[in-house]
């Protein structure tokens, strides 16, 4: 009698356990660290529909900007490690410790996809008394404080950038800092700046239009999308041992999120990376695919760290030295 009270509990108690539904069952929040417009902005929302669809679900993306993306950066990692929350990132957390922003960085997260890799460039306004590097140079030398250089904050581009060129050719410059390089970028047209350290990707319609010139591309080989824009090492060779370099954009979730939804959030943005007009966009941007995920995202992501804050320590802008943090030196 007891045996068949037992059983008939047990029984109803597996009827009632809950069918659990597949994810995603909600919607997904996609939190931008960067302005609308921007390099990052971009990218992100022009690969997530492509996933969406792939998904069955639906990615509502926000900016969030300010504190060099540490905001957005912070909400996600403060949040459920469910997988209804992911982060569009750039480089700049891999940089917080040493530029004491912050004690996370992406060892924090899951990479679901690092994207692509941009092409730095300076880019300066249309009637900016000067057209190459080296006359970039020397007018500032004869003009110290006047040229004014849009900045987005420590370890962003263009402060990785300037890192560069400070090490050989210290500038005397004015820094007007901005909440990523698409407002930046307005300022610039807008006569705000001079100057702009950016991604090939975010300028080059700018530079098509008219509406700013390109001093330098900041690799070893000309950029196919603007083959008549010298690089920095036709007039500086002595840049080459910082290149090729560039900033990057992903897609992470907290750690601690389920492997399955991992699982299913890497095979949706890497098949959306695939996607014939995601392709075109990231080629036609001067972007250089990646798609990469999971043991290939963590070595690029610690290579990148390792070089990026080695340089921007030895030119004497961290708060730290990387070895305190355990970032190897290249």
């Given at each position: 009698?007891?045996?068949?009270?037992?059983?008939?509990?047990?029984?109803?108690?597996?009827g009632a356990l809950p069918v659990f539904a597949e994810y995603p069952e909600k919607e997904i929040q996609g939190i931008i660290q960067w302005g609308a417009g921007g390099s990052t902005d971009t990218v992100s929302r022009a690969i997530?529909?492509?996933?969406?669809?792939?998904?069955?679900g639906t990615v509502v993306m926000q900016n969030l900007t300010g504190g060099v993306g540490a905001i957005a950066l912070n909400q996600v990692a403060d949040g459920e490690a469910d997988g209804y929350t992911l982060l569009f990132g750039a480089e700049n957390p891999l940089l917080y410790k040493v530029m004491g922003l912050g004690d996370k960085d992406y060892s924090d997260f899951t990479p679901i996809n690092v994207i692509a890799r941009g092409v730095p460039m300076l880019v300066a306004r249309p009637d900016a008394p000067?057209?190459?590097?080296?006359?970039?140079?020397?007018?500032?030398?004869?003009?110290?404080?006047?040229?004014?250089?849009?900045?987005?904050?420590?370890?962003?581009?263009?402060s990785v950038v300037t890192a560069m060129i400070n090490s050989e050719t210290p500038l005397d410059v004015t820094f007007?800092?901005?909440?990523?390089?698409?407002?930046?970028l307005t300022g610039l047209q807008g006569g705000a700046i001079d100057v702009m350290p950016a991604v090939l990707g975010a300028?080059?319609?700018?530079?098509?239009?008219?509406?700013?010139?390109?001093?330098?591309?900041?690799?070893?080989?000309?950029?196919?999308?603007?083959?008549?824009?010298?690089?920095?090492v036709s007039t500086n060779p002595e840049f080459a041992k910082y290149l090729p370099w560039g900033p990057f954009f992903g897609v992470f979730v907290k750690k601690g999120t389920?492997?399955?939804?991992?699982?299913?959030?890497?095979?949706?943005?890497?098949?959306?990376?695939?996607?014939?007009?995601?392709?075109?966009?990231?080629?036609?941007?001067?972007?250089?695919?990646?798609?990469?995920?999971?043991?290939?995202?963590?070595?690029?992501?610690?290579?990148?760290?390792?070089?990026?804050?080695?340089?921007?320590?030895?030119?004497g802008l961290t708060k730290a030295s990387p070895e305190e943090f355990g970032i190897p030196k290249p």
């Amino acid at each position: 009698m007891l045996k068949s009270v037992i059983g008939a509990v047990v029984a109803l108690g597996l009827g009632a356990l809950p069918v659990f539904a597949e994810y995603p069952e909600k919607e997904i929040q996609g939190i931008i660290q960067w302005g609308a417009g921007g390099s990052t902005d971009t990218v992100s929302r022009a690969i997530t529909p492509h996933a969406e669809a792939v998904l069955g679900g639906t990615v509502v993306m926000q900016n969030l900007t300010g504190g060099v993306g540490a905001i957005a950066l912070n909400q996600v990692a403060d949040g459920e490690a469910d997988g209804y929350t992911l982060l569009f990132g750039a480089e700049n957390p891999l940089l917080y410790k040493v530029m004491g922003l912050g004690d996370k960085d992406y060892s924090d997260f899951t990479p679901i996809n690092v994207i692509a890799r941009g092409v730095p460039m300076l880019v300066a306004r249309p009637d900016a008394p000067f057209n190459t590097f080296p006359e970039m140079v020397d007018y500032i030398k004869a003009n110290p404080k006047a040229v004014k250089f849009g900045s987005t904050g420590p370890g962003g581009l263009p402060s990785v950038v300037t890192a560069m060129i400070n090490s050989e050719t210290p500038l005397d410059v004015t820094f007007v800092p901005y909440d990523g390089d698409g407002p930046a970028l307005t300022g610039l047209q807008g006569g705000a700046i001079d100057v702009m350290p950016a991604v090939l990707g975010a300028a080059i319609e700018g530079i098509k239009g008219g509406k700013m010139k390109a001093i330098a591309v900041f690799d070893t080989e000309p950029a196919p999308q603007l083959p008549e824009a010298a690089t920095i090492v036709s007039t500086n060779p002595e840049f080459a041992k910082y290149l090729p370099w560039g900033p990057f954009f992903g897609v992470f979730v907290k750690k601690g999120t389920p492997d399955d939804i991992v699982a299913k959030l890497v095979a949706a943005y890497a098949e959306a990376a695939k996607n014939p007009e995601f392709t075109a966009l990231i080629d036609g941007r001067g972007f250089k695919m990646l798609s990469l995920s999971g043991a290939e995202a963590e070595a690029f992501l610690a290579k990148w760290q390792s070089d990026t804050a080695w340089l921007v320590h030895g030119a004497g802008l961290t708060k730290a030295s990387p070895e305190e943090f355990g970032i190897p030196k290249p």
